[in-house]
Structures are given as structure tokens and as C-alpha cells.
């Protein structure tokens, strides 16, 4: 089917062009466009200040990617060349308003380096003006300019960040003369049509975050990434990292979404100033490097893995993927362990209700419903967390409480959605209570309230359980 809204193929430029060019360059293109068939400007000031602080971070080195930008080029009856944008507009949208802001700042008070006025002057007088129908757009393009200004307004933001911004920052631009290839090249790059996932933009940002002392060592700590299926990438970040980092902090964690990565961006140990927070986080980086290059390794073939925790702050770059690495092998470990209840840790001995507990809920007919799958999700969750900060020290009276927590939402509710789990955690959250925690019994010792007069159903097992352990009436 034809769509009216697309232009017609009267004159083909070449088939297919890329080029890595400044942000200015593109920005003076004067056949930049943005066609009638693009959705809505959705940038929030979320976007646009992880956009600016990126600037801030990479500053100094000589050029840094913003990203691909995918265009149909062609032209148009009258001859003249343009460029519709087919991938990428969200943030040409920005880098315009950013210019915008620039040229304003520099007519309220003169830059002093003349080749920055001059370039900003040639922006004014070139830079494309779309207009934009729909109210999303206009209202997002008029708080993110504000927000741009406030920033670029600032006394910290130099002009050597001009500069950077407008020079050194690049993207690589994919030109192809042909429509449906244009958006065929789009789909192939974005999962045919859907949003890349948040892992994969994580693993694009942390492996530019690599120092160069750390590039040697780049192939080997990614190789465990590389070599892992996409699907249980996805799985290991949206069922259990996300979901115990958010919950730990009181926060909502329903959709893993690209808007979420920045929960797992932090700090870049070799470039962020020396603030008080960061030394803990430099000490462990360097001591755990220290000891392992040492010669007396080669000697005892030993090796120290860094003090991973699921909720400290992210060290950007190498750590992270040994990070992800960790976790995948711990999760999975934890995981087979339990639910094929040969008792956690190895040689640990369950005792209590624990194990009657580890079989129940690995047997119960109703287990695999939706909203079981929930609850169940809230258990592993939970033990994940608690075996995370303290091992399996008293880890029977853990499973009972855990049990008791999360099962309790599946004895109230007929139906269990993924809001009716997150608001149980959310109502009394015991992934708090283990953040704060100092040692195993300031968990284990919590109240839980007891149920009564509740009608379950296809949960005959897990009722029994509770009358069993004297939570239910």
C-alpha cells in the first residue's frame, strides 16, 4: 500500500551513504527534515540532562559518539536535495534546541572565543526551523529548551563544553535514497521496528566508558556477555536486577524500559572527582586489581573478584560487565539450587519449615498461573537479596519469612496482576527492611500479620503451609 505522506523516488541520489560528522555539520545541513509521518517529540529534561552530563564527562577526549542517525534522502520535484529522518529525530530535535539555547546565551553576554561566535552565528542564519503539529511535541520542545537554557546558562558549562558540543560530539549518519530501505535499515537495527533493549543500550554506554588502561582487558570481560542468549540478558536485568534495585529504594518496578537504564550507570572511577562517597568504591577497584596482578598469584593460582553488592552504586565500564557476569552465575546458581531444593549453599542443611516450604512451591499444581508466577517472582526476588548481603546465615528462618511476605499476597487476592505485586511490595516492603539490616536477625525477627477469613482457591498447599506456621486463621 502507497502512503500518501511519503514522497515519490522521481530522482535517486546514491543508494546508500554513511558518514561520521560533528554535530554542527548536521545541524547545517539546510536539507535536514522531519517528516509528517514521525512520531511525537517525547525528550523529557530526564533525557536532556543525561545528554548534558555526558558532555561534561567526556569533555576531554577528542570526539565522542551521540549516536546513528538514519535518513531517506531524495529530492524533491522543484531539485532541491532533502533528508527526512527516519531514525534518530528525538535527538536531532534536541541538538537543535541546544543550539538554539547557545545563540541566546551568546547574544545575552558575548562569548570570548570569536570562533564560537562566529560558528553559532552560522547556525542562526542556516539552522532548519520545523514546525511541529502535534501538542506533545510543542510542549516538550518548550520545557526542554528551558531546560537546555538553564543549563548552558550556567557558570560550570564553558565554553571548551561549547566547543565539545558542537565539534567534537558526532553522529554517524546512514543516508539511503529508498524509502522502505530507509526504514528496513531502521528495523534491522532496532529489533525490526521495536526499541532496542535496555541491556543493549547498557552495553553500548559501559564499553565507551572503559578507560584506556582498561581496553586490553576489554574482550575478556566482555566475552561472558557476548557469548550469553539476548533473551536471558533481558531476563537477568528485568526480573532480578532492576526489580531488587528499585524495590531496595522504595521505587516502583513494574516494565523494565530503556528509560530505566540509567539505574545501572554510576560513576567512572578514573574521571569522576575525589568525593568523599567515590573512596570506598576506588579503594575496592584498585586494592582487588593489586592483588591480582601480583606475582604471588601466579604462585597459589588464587584470585580475588570484586565485593559486588545488588544495590551499591554502578562502577561504569569494566566492573560492570564483571558485575554482570557475577550475577548471572550467581542468580542462576541460587535459582537451580532452590528450586530443585538440594538445599542452598551446597552443604547447607535446611531445617524448620523450610524445606516443606522449597517443595511446595516448586510442586503446587496452580504455580505456573500468571499471577502465581508473580508471587513467585517476589519470593526469588527477596531470597536473592537476602543471600546477596548475608549469605545463607540463618537461612531456613529467611525462607519462612520470605514465604509468609510474599504468599500472603496470593491468599488475599483471587487475582494477582503485575501492579497487584509491585503495590504488595511497595505496602510493606521487606527488601528495605534487608537494605537497612545489620546482620540476619533484624530481618528474621520481623512481624508479619496473621490471615483470616480469606478464600482461596487452586492454593489448597500453600494454606496448609500457613495454618502450619500459625499465619493463618
Known amino acids: 500500500m502507497t502512503n500518501p505522506d511519503l514522497p515519490s523516488q522521481a530522482a535517486k541520489v546514491p543508494e546508500l551513504t554513511s558518514r561520521i560528522i560533528s554535530v554542527r555539520e548536521l545541524l547545517l545541513d539546510p536539507a535536514l527534515a522531519i517528516p509528517p509521518y514521525q512520531r511525537p517529540y517525547k525528550w523529557t529534561g530526564r533525557n536532556i540532562n543525561q545528554l548534558f552530563s555526558d558532555v561534561a564527562v567526556h569533555k576531554d577526549k577528542s570526539s565522542y559518539r551521540l549516536g546513528t542517525i538514519v535518513f531517506h534522502q531524495y529530492r524533491e520535484p522543484q531539485g532541491k536535495e532533502r533528508k527526512d529522518i527516519v531514525d534518530g529525530q528525538q535527538r536531532t530535535i534536541s541538538l537543535l534546541l541546544a543550539a538554539r539555547a547557545l545563540i541566546k546565551r551568546n547574544e545575552e553576554k558575548k562569548l570570548d572565543r570569536k570562533d564560537l561566535r562566529g560558528q553559532l552565528g552560522e547556525l542562526e542564519e542556516r539552522m532548519v526551523d520545523p514546525s511541529f503539529e502535534s501538542k506533545i511535541s510543542k510542549i516538550n520542545i518548550h520545557n526542554n529548551y528551558l531546560e537546555i537554557f538553564r543549563i548552558v546558562s550556567r557558570s560550570d558549562f564553558t565554553e571548551e563544553h561549547i566547543d ?4 567534537k560530539c558526532q553522529v554517524v549518519t ?44 576489554k574482550a575478556k570481560t566482555v566475552a561472558r556477555w557476548e557469548n550469553s542468549d539476548t533473551g536471558e ?7 532480578y536486577l532492576y526489580r531488587i534495585r528499585n524495590w531496595s529504594r522504595g521505587a516502583s518496578a513494574r516494565y523494565f524500559g530503556k528509560n530505566d537504564a540509567g539505574l545501572f550507570k554510576g560513576v567512572n572511577i578514573e574521571t569522576i572527582a575525589s568525593y568523599p562517597y567515590v573512596e570506598q568504591l576506588r579503594i575496592a577497584h584498585h586494592y582487588v586489581d593489586h592483588y591480582n596482578r601480583q606475582y604471588e598469584r601466579k604462585i597459589d593460582g588464587g584470585s580475588m573478584g570484586f565485593p559486588f553488592h545488588l544495590d551499591q552504586m554502578i562502577i561504569n565500564g569494566r566492573r560492570f560487565f564483571e558485575m554482570t557476569s557475577h550475577y548471572q552465575e550467581k542468580v542462576e546458581r541460587i535459582r537451580d539450587e532452590y528450586r530443585s531444593e538440594r538445599g542452598l549453599g551446597g552443604n547447607t542443611t535446611l531445617d524448620g519449615y523450610a524445606g516443606r516450604i522449597l517443595h511446595t512451591i516448586n510442586t503446587y499444581p496452580a504455580r505456573t498461573r500468571t499471577g502465581d508466577c508473580y508471587v513467585r517472582a517476589i519470593f526469588d526476588c527477596l531470597l536473592i ?35 497487584s505485586m509491585d503495590n504488595h511490595v511497595l505496602e510493606n516492603n521487606l527488601f528495605k527492611q534487608i537494605k537497612e539490616a545489620t546482620r540476619p536477625t533484624d530481618f528474621i525477627n ?28
Open 174 to 217: 546512514v543516508a539511503l535514497n529508498d524509502v522502505s530501505e530507509a526504514f528496513q535499515f531502521f528495523d534491522s537495527q532496532n529489533a525490526r521496528g521495536r526499541d532496542l533493549e535496555p541491556h543493549d543500550l547498557l552495553k553500548a554506554y559501559h564499553l565507551r566508558e572503559f578507560s584506556a588502561g582498561d581496553e586490553p582487558l
Open 164 to 167: 565539545f558540543l558542537l565539534n
Open 385 to 419: 537479596y537476602y543471600i546477596d548481603k548475608f549469605g545463607h546465615a540463618e537461612i531456613s528462618r529467611a525462607i519462612e519469612k520470605i514465604f509468609i511476605w510474599a504468599y500472603s499476597l496470593r491468599l488475599k487476592m483471587e487475582v494477582v496482576q503485575l501492579a
Open 446 to 473: 520481623l512481624s508479619l500479620p496473621v490471615l483470616s477469613g480469606m478464600k482461596s482457591t487452586k492454593t489448597e498447599e500453600i494454606e496448609a503451609l500457613f495454618r502450619a506456621m500459625k499465619y493463618y486463621e
Open 233 to 239: 540478558l533481558a531476563a537477568l536485568f528485568a526480573e
